[in-house]
């Protein structure tokens, strides 16, 4: 039985420190104060490079999903690689900006797309996911790691703060996550959030 209580309490612990951990923002470089004063910041998504779940590149594991969906019935997988692509626009990036927004609204600061008129850009980088599962009787949580880079909109090149956000979790209330995307849309809200709550504190 104290084994019993033992592990439980470790294995709290470790929950306890690994949704601190992705509920963290590190600055890895640079200095966010140069966003003081801005209204407007431009925002960009790149998923260029990042791995999903035991795969290496999102290409793998793409082809392994989609080819076994195709295989028990003809344009399923196609129609589910399609759906995880539209997700980025859809569901993860509308997500990301509105809890983004929301928490600096007292400061009046917005990131928006295409507004290559302001100062700064933030470039936002999925490098990895982790898209879980919810069978309803068994469960994996979803979660995502993130970089953020803030550039100058007219010199990309110039690179004035670099983020990390590591293991931001990407589930929703009461367990209702089947769906992939519901998921890891949760996880991108969670991302916009924790990043504005660590801006506020940041910016005079």
């Known amino acids: 039985m104290k084994k019993f209580l033992f592990k439980a309490v470790v294995a709290i612990f470790a929950l306890g420190l690994h949704v601190a951990n992705a509920q963290r923002v590190e600055l890895r470089s640079g200095d966010v104060g140069v966003l003081?004063?801005?209204?407007?910041?431009n925002v960009e998504y790149d998923y260029s490079s990042f791995g999903v779940?035991?795969?290496a590149t999102e290409q793998e594991y793409l082809d392994k999903k989609a080819g076994?969906?195709?295989?028990?019935?003809?344009?399923k997988g196609d129609a589910w690689k399609k759906a995880w692509v539209d997700d980025r626009?859809?569901?993860?990036?509308?997500?990301?900006?509105?809890?983004?927004?929301?928490?600096?609204?007292?400061?009046?600061?917005?990131?928006?797309?295409?507004?290559?008129?302001?100062?700064?850009?933030?470039?936002v980088r999925?490098?990895?996911?982790?898209?879980?599962?919810?069978?309803?009787?068994?469960?994996k949580n979803a979660y995502v790691d993130y970089e953020i880079d803030i550039v100058e909109s007219n010199n990309k090149s110039t690179k004035v703060a670099e983020l990390g956000m590591r293991n931001v979790p990407g589930s929703m209330?009461?367990?209702?996550?089947?769906?992939?995307?519901?998921?890891?849309?949760?996880?991108?809200?969670?991302?916009?959030?924790?990043?504005s709550a660590f801006l506020d504190k940041k910016l005079k």
Do not use: C, W
């Not at 003081?36 to 910041?41: E, L, W």
């Not at 076994?68 to 344009?75: C, I, L």
């Open 68 to 75: 076994e969906y195709n295989s028990k019935e003809a344009g």
């Open 126 to 139: 999925t490098k990895f996911v982790e898209p879980g599962f919810n069978v309803g009787v068994m469960r």
């Open 36 to 41: 003081s004063g801005q209204k407007t910041i």
């Open 53 to 55: 779940g035991k795969f």
């Open 173 to 195: 209330a009461m367990g209702m996550d089947f769906d992939t995307g519901a998921r890891l849309a949760e996880s991108y809200a969670k991302a916009g959030k924790t990043l």
């Open 89 to 123: 626009k859809n569901r993860f990036e509308p997500k990301f900006e509105e809890l983004f927004n929301k928490g600096l609204g007292e400061k009046g600061v917005q990131v928006i797309q295409s507004r290559p008129d302001a100062t700064y850009t933030m470039i």
